[in-house]
DNA sequence: TTGACAAATAAGAGTTACTCCTAAATAGTA
DNA sequence: TACTATTTAGGAGTAACTCTTATTTGTCAA
């Protein structure tokens, strides 16, 4: 099996998807095909794709989705916490579905963006006179460099 | 003085300036004025500006400097390691001429980047099989959330 | 000091990655 | 089954770069 693609198997994808289906009615969001379908081709690789990358899956079950609709789609993914845009510095936004705790490495070359998770990384605790000051939403290690396959 | 500007007094921009310039030439690149005005602006604020912020505050002193002429500045700035692009979500590129080791907070309603410095945060240790396998040149403590004045 | 010339710049065109607009379709509901 | 607020497709519009080309300039060698 190709680390790039099917990470999950159909059992795992349909349990997200029910969870998932039930989200978006506890926030008050219709059910649509599409939101479905983007969903799951989201959730279903690791390879933290753009808007563009996923358009192009996805038109692959759903051929006549728009890209507005993948992108405003994958907004609401992460409002909702069913996604988040992953850091970096620069270029196109890069979404991942991947809720576990974990961390990614970036290269600067190839744009690749990578998984891994380091204990001590996880759950960091932000100091409290930050905690005080403001709402901290989000808290992540990020590294950046030129990856195995760039060097 | 108001926190978000003049941050630095003008012996040490005078030094910072004729840093700059000697790693300009060990680079093997011109030192042109347009690139001192912009390294010069860069290192006086602490409001991590983009490119069309920082474009504005330059044309004060060079009227004639062009946007791309920023940006191509900003990124080689950023290759010498004169500077760095905040990391983020999304949006306009920001940059930080603030080579001491601290972190940001950003604020997802105003795009505000906030500095803070924790010292558990500085030199974290990556884990050696990350090391291994890719050339780590950065690694970063990165929150994210709603500010003071937004919340 | 003075050329020679590679590097850098200004201005404007081109591209990418969104973001907005509007008419048509549809999920939820009564 | 009918209603209606949401959502969608498709196209236009915008922001943030990125490229192209003619011109200028910093560096270095004579
Ligand atoms: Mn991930
Ligand atoms: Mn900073
Ligand atoms: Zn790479
Ligand atoms: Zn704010």
Chains 1, 2 share one sequence.
């Not at 198997?9 to 029910?18: E, F």
């Not at 079950?61 to 507005?68: A, G, K, Q, R, T």
């Amino acid at each position: 099996m190709n680390a790039q693609e099917s990470i999950i198997n159909s059992v795992d994808l349909d349990k997200k998807t029910v969870w998932f289906t039930g989200l978006c009615r506890e926030k008050g969001l219709k059910v649509t095909p599409q939101r479905i379908a983007i969903y799951r081709e989201l959730v279903k690789t690791n390879e933290h794709p753009s808007a563009e990358m996923l358009c192009e899956k996805v038109r692959q079950v759903f051929p006549s989705i728009s890209l507005d609709t993948v992108n405003r789609t994958l907004l609401t993914l992460n409002e909702i916490g069913a996604a988040f845009i992953v850091e970096g510095s620069g270029d196109a936004k890069r979404f991942d579905g991947g809720l576990d705790e974990h961390q990614h490495f970036k290269c600067v070359e190839c744009k690749r963006v990578i998984d891994f998770s380091h204990e001590p990384f996880n759950n960091i605790e932000v100091p409290q006179e930050m905690e005080e000051m403001f709402v901290v939403l989000r808290k992540s290690v990020y590294l950046e460099g030129i990856c195995d396959l760039c060097r």
